[in-house]
């Protein structure tokens, strides 16, 4: 109001504008009209403000309340404010305050001073006296106006001063309404903010959601792709089970048909083992070859002629010529001349070697004269390999034909028997005290020989034999005779022992082959040795002398063979002693010089062949055997273990099978009697309805009579338990029908004149009924209400709130009837009520006797207590009886409170208590 008193507050003005008040609009241009009264006078002053034109508008607001030009008159537009000066002007009226020409400081005395003169100045001419008068009379007029335009001006101060009071607590308010204003645009910038924030959030997650819904349909439709690939699959993957069926058929076809093959393999290898060795039993165990070296240089160059007719040789028949007469013939298994090489020898010879690798001891040794070509024979040349290396590389060769179902091994010693002594060839040079230690000759086993310390040499290929035989070869003791340059002077003895594992039936075998390359017999007078050789040569024919000895013994049958007569027959002694095959090569010479000698040994040779060995023997390998037999023995333990396991578990089984028959049995029963007590139920249920129908007609009219005075409808038009009270029922009905949605049991096509209610035990002695319904599944629960199964129409209205109902139980304790609730005892007389209680209690006890003979707690219940409130219920399924006991008569007053808590209980919850399960009472 201080601002507004100050004249022209230019700076005031503008902070006025650019809002708009409320109502009334009021926008105050240029400033406030200051009108000083003691400068003005009775005119309104704008002191500093006198050429600016203000204007007060209540209307126009900010837009038609721009600052007047400066220049303007004064101007006070007046609208609303008309009633403030009290006149009817309009509201587009104003009020122009023409500026005054005079002095505005000039007071009354200069106006009167002013007025005197205008009248001296008539005075001064009296013409114009009149003028005078009527100047005066208009000045007497125009200064009661100005009084009356002060009054006004300074009422309208008064107002002004008002309604700048108001424009300034209108401007407070605008200013708080901007603050506010201005609060609430930050707020509703953030707001903006917040919510630009969110829209990009939201873009974003729409992206996202785009993006997602588009990878989703991607991954449907991998998940389609997937799912066709799948059942592609599951197609491919039953035709791969059926093709493995079918392989896994052909498998087991194939794996039969293998085991078949096995064993028929099995079987004919042993057949073909039989037979070979059949065949060498006919040719004779002891087998003799007679081989004839040709004439050396020596023998040709000093014209010597043949003692051999090689043309007879042909059949194994050999004609020794004399003075160009045959003079003898021998006969043995092959002969061979001076033309024959070593492979010619070896072919007749490899057959041993199978025998050997089949499991028999073999024995292939070479007599004959000193330089007849034994050694030749046996070991040969490098260019010329002989009968050892050759055997040997024959049972490498079998070794690998037989490699997927036998397993071999090959360890080879060499020896010799020089003077009645064992040398193992095999010890290396570096160790003298090994090679002159003495080897004894030990019996292992029944036929089983064997020389202690001896060194065997394992070897896997034919290098590590050549190696092995040239050692033994370089070791051996030789000496030059007249005969021979390198004459032997020992009996070289190779043994290659075979160990064998038959893979497919894992039979094994141990087998010796002996390559005897034996020293040279020679007459000691022809070959003119002397001293150490002289020894040599009368052990050498002493060993050779017991080789013949025990061959003639053998020949003879003789109870004793002589083998220990010697070293030579000592080690020889598993090969020639009858279960082994022996092979001699008998050399002679074609010198004719030399033929007493060849005699000898064709003699000797003729006497061997006549030697019957008997059947050779498989060397199984004991030991082996041994092994197998104890794992026969654990396996046959573990076997008897295991049978008196199953044969417990089979008793247990048994004995488990036999308890679940008796089970199963018993079960059987109990279904039997369960069924039939459920149609004896049924039976008696539909009895006991017929009665209770029955004794309530009865009492009905029992109670018709009591109340003769009354007049009742019958039973069937009426309300169950709706004797008594009916304005109160009519009251409660309506209570109900308003405040509830008392929802009546569901009401049947009328019949005999009133509508049946659906009662589950209804549908279970009426199915057609049930079916005609279609009850829920869940409803299927029957049960059995002893009360009143008709009640009349008129259903309580659907209840349509969950207000609870209007307290008290309005069915039970103030003994109104509740048109949805079927008749309950309580509310009739006691005395008819117990009457009918106590005949239906017995009924229903003498059925549930029955019935309750396997369940002997409710037996006890239903003898204890008798029966007051009964519902049986059965389940869908009928096996199921579920009762529940009340109380019984004498007990009432406990039935009531007990029943009270029910139906408050479900007061609580909402619900009218009649409208949910509905108990029978009895
Ligand atoms: N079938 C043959 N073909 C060619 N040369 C032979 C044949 N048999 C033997 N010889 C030659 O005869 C010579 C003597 O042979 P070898 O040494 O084998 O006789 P030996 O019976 O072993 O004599 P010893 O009993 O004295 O050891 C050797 O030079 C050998 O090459």
Same mark, same amino acid.
């Given at each position: 109001m201080a601002d507004l008193d100050s004249p022209c507050n230019a700076d005031e003005g503008p902070s006025l504008l650019g809002f708009s008040p409320t109502s009334p609009d009021l926008v105050i241009c240029g400033s406030s009209p200051v009108i000083p009264t003691s400068s003005y006078g009775d005119s309104p002053e704008f002191s500093d403000c006198k050429k600016r034109s203000m204007e007060l508008s209540l209307e126009n607001g900010i837009e038609g309340s721009v600052a007047s030009d400066t220049h303007k008159i004064p101007t006070v537009r007046f609208s609303t404010m008309c009633q403030v000066f009290h006149r009817e002007m309009s509201p587009e009226s104003s009020l122009e305050l023409v500026p005054q020409p005079v002095d505005s400081s000039l007071g009354e005395a200069e106006l009167m001073k002013l007025g005197g003169m205008h009248q001296m100045a008539?005075?001064?001419?009296?013409?114009?006296?009149?003028?005078?008068?009527?100047?005066?009379?208009?000045?007497?007029?125009?200064?009661?106006?100005?009084?009356?335009m002060r009054a006004a001006l300074e009422e309208l101060k008064?107002? #002004?001063?008002?309604?700048?009071?108001?424009?300034?607590?209108?401007?407070?308010?605008?200013?708080?309404?901007?603050?506010?204003?201005?609060?609430?645009?930050?707020?509703?910038?953030?707001?903006?903010?917040?919510?630009?924030?969110?829209?990009?959030?939201?873009?974003?997650?729409?992206?996202?959601?785009?993006?997602?819904t588009r990878k989703l349909k991607i991954m449907k439709m991998e998940h389609m792709t997937l799912l066709e690939e799948a059942s592609a699959y599951k197609k491919c993957l039953a035709d791969?089970?059926?093709?493995?069926s079918t392989i896994q058929l052909k498998m087991k076809q194939q794996t039969d048909m293998h085991e078949d093959l096995k064993v028929k393999f099995v079987e004919g290898a042993k057949e073909r083992k039989e037979l070979y060795n059949r065949v060498l039993e006919l040719k004779g165990n002891i087998r003799v070859f007679c081989r004839c070296r040709p004439l050396n240089v020596e023998e040709i160059a000093a014209g010597a002629s043949t003692a051999i007719d090689f043309e007879s040789a042909k059949d194994?028949?050999?004609?020794?010529?004399?003075?160009?007469?045959?003079?003898?013939?021998?006969?043995?298994?092959?002969?061979?001349?001076? %033309?024959?090489?070593?492979?010619?020898?070896?072919?007749?010879?490899?057959?041993?070697?199978?025998?050997?690798?089949?499991?028999?001891?073999?024995?292939?040794?070479?007599?004959? %004269?000193?330089?007849?070509?034994?050694?030749?024979?046996?070991?040969?040349?490098?260019? *010329?390999?002989?009968?050892?290396?050759?055997?040997? /590389?024959?049972?490498?060769?079998?070794m690998e034909e037989r490699q997927n179902h036998y397993r071999y091994g090959i360890s080879v010693s060499v020896l010799e028997v020089y003077n009645e002594?064992?040398?193992?060839?095999?010890?290396?040079?570096?160790?003298?005290?090994?090679?002159?230690?003495?080897?004894?000759?030990?019996?292992?086993?029944?036929?089983?020989?064997?020389?202690?310390?001896?060194?065997?040499?394992?070897?896997?290929?034919?290098?590590?034999?050549?190696?092995?035989?040239?050692?033994?070869?370089? *070791? !051996?003791?030789?000496?030059?005779?007249?005969?021979?340059?390198?004459?032997?002077?020992?009996?070289?003895?190779?043994?290659?022992?075979?160990?064998?594992?038959?893979?497919?039936?894992?039979?094994?075998?141990?087998s010796k082959l002996w390559l005897v390359d034996l020293a040279g017999s020679e007459r000691v007078a022809k070959t003119e040795v002397h001293g150490e050789r002289l020894k040599e040569t009368q052990n050498i024919n002493r060993s050779l002398s017991a080789l013949g000895d025990v061959i003639s013994a053998l020949a003879t049958r003789s109870p004793h063979i002589p083998f220990r007569n010697s070293k030579l027959t000592h080690l020889l002694q598993d090969s020639l002693g009858g279960d082994s095959k022996a092979l001699m090569f008998v050399q002679i010479s074609p010198n004719e010089n030399d033929l007493s000698e060849t005699l000898c040994s064709l003699n000797f040779a003729s006497r061997v062949k006549g030697v019957e060995l008997g059947p050779a023997r498989k060397q199984l390998d004991a030991s082996e055997l041994l092994k197998y037999k104890q794992l026969v023995e654990k396996a046959k333990q573990e076997t008897k273990s295991k049978d008196l396991q199953i044969k417990r578990m089979e008793e247990t089984i048994q004995g488990r099978d036999i308890k679940l028959k008796e089970r199963d049995l018993k079960n059987m029963n109990l279904q039997d009697k369960i069924k039939e007590l459920e149609s004896q139920l049924l039976i008696e249920r539909k009895l006991a309805r017929q009665h209770v129908d029955a004794k309530i007609a009865e009492q009905q009219n029992n109670k018709q009579d009591d109340q003769s005075g009354m007049?009742?409808?019958?039973?069937? #038009?009426?309300?169950?338990?709706?004797?008594? #009270?009916?304005?109160?029922?009519?009251?409660?009905?309506?209570?109900?029908?308003?405040?509830?949605?008392?929802?009546?049991?569901?009401?049947?096509?009328?019949?005999?004149?009133?509508?049946?209610?659906i009662d589950l035990a209804e549908?279970?002695?009426n199915p057609e009924m049930a079916e005609t319904l279609k009850l829920p599944k869940k409803t299927g629960r029957a049960s059995m209400c002893m009360?009143?199964?008709?009640?009349?129409?008129?259903?309580?209205?659907?209840?349509?709130?969950?207000?609870?109902?209007?307290?008290?139980?309005?069915?039970?304790?103030?003994?109104?009837?509740?048109?949805?609730?079927?008749?309950?005892?309580?509310?009739?007389?006691?005395?008819?009520?117990?009457?009918?209680?106590?005949?239906?209690?017995?009924?229903?006890?003498?059925?549930?006797?029955?019935?309750?003979?396997?369940?002997?707690?409710? %037996? %006890?219940?239903?003898?204890?207590?008798?029966?007051?409130?009964?519902?049986?219920?059965?389940?869908? !399924?009928?096996?199921?009886?579920? !009762?529940?006991?009340?109380?019984?008569?004498?007990?009432?007053?406990?039935?009531?409170?007990?029943?009270?808590?029910?139906?408050?209980?479900?007061? /609580?919850?909402?619900?009218?208590?009649?409208?949910?399960? !509905?108990p029978a009472t009895l």
């Open positions: 008539d005075y001064e001419s009296p013409k114009d006296e009149g003028d005078y008068e009527n100047l005066k009379r208009k000045y007497e007029s125009q200064k009661k106006e100005l009084t009356d008064r107002e #002004n001063q008002l309604q700048s009071r108001e424009c300034k607590e209108a401007c407070n308010s605008l200013k708080e309404l901007q603050d506010e204003l201005m609060r609430k645009s930050m707020h509703v910038g953030s707001l903006a903010f917040a919510i630009e924030g969110q829209v990009k959030e939201k873009s974003k997650w729409f992206s996202l959601l785009r993006d997602l791969v089970d059926e093709l493995s194994g028949e050999l004609t020794i010529i004399s003075n160009g007469a045959p003079k003898r013939m021998f006969k043995f298994d092959a002969v061979f001349g001076p %033309q024959a090489d070593q492979a010619d020898v070896f072919q007749d010879t490899a057959p041993f070697a199978t025998s050997v690798l089949d499991g028999y001891n073999v024995c292939i040794f070479a007599y004959g %004269q000193t330089g007849t070509g034994k050694t030749f024979t046996m070991e040969g040349t490098e260019k *010329a390999r002989g009968v050892n290396f050759r055997t040997l /590389e024959e049972l490498f060769h079998i002594q064992i040398r193992d060839l095999l010890v290396p040079c570096s160790q003298p005290s090994m090679a002159t230690k003495r080897l004894e000759i030990r019996q292992v086993s029944e036929g089983m020989h064997h020389v202690p310390g001896l060194v065997e040499a394992r070897v896997n290929n034919m290098n590590e034999v050549w190696d092995v035989l040239q050692t033994g070869s370089k *070791a !051996r003791a030789v000496g030059s005779t007249v005969s021979n340059e390198r004459s032997s002077r020992s009996h070289c003895i190779h043994c290659v022992m075979v160990k064998g594992e038959n893979l497919l039936n894992g039979e094994c075998t141990k007049v009742r409808p019958p039973l069937a #038009n009426r309300l169950l338990g709706s004797n008594k #009270n009916s304005s109160e029922h009519m009251n409660f009905s309506r209570a109900l029908t308003e405040n509830n949605s008392c929802k009546p049991p569901m009401p049947l096509p009328q019949t005999d004149g009133f509508p049946k209610f549908k279970e002695n009360a009143a199964r008709r009640i009349p129409a008129a259903p309580s209205a659907r209840r349509t709130s969950l207000v609870p109902l209007p307290s008290a139980p309005l069915c039970l304790s103030d003994k109104k009837e509740d048109s949805c609730l079927p008749e309950q005892t309580q509310w009739e007389s006691p005395k008819s009520s117990l009457r009918s209680n106590k005949k239906l209690s017995s009924i229903l006890r003498r059925s549930l006797q029955r019935k309750v003979q396997i369940k002997s707690p409710m %037996q %006890q219940h239903l003898r204890k207590g008798g029966i007051n409130v009964v519902r049986v219920s059965i389940g869908s !399924r009928g096996r199921m009886a579920h !009762r529940m006991l009340l109380g019984n008569g004498s007990r009432r007053a406990g039935t009531k409170e007990i029943q009270q808590k029910q139906i408050e209980k479900e007061k /609580e919850r909402g619900w009218n208590v009649r409208t949910g399960g !509905r």
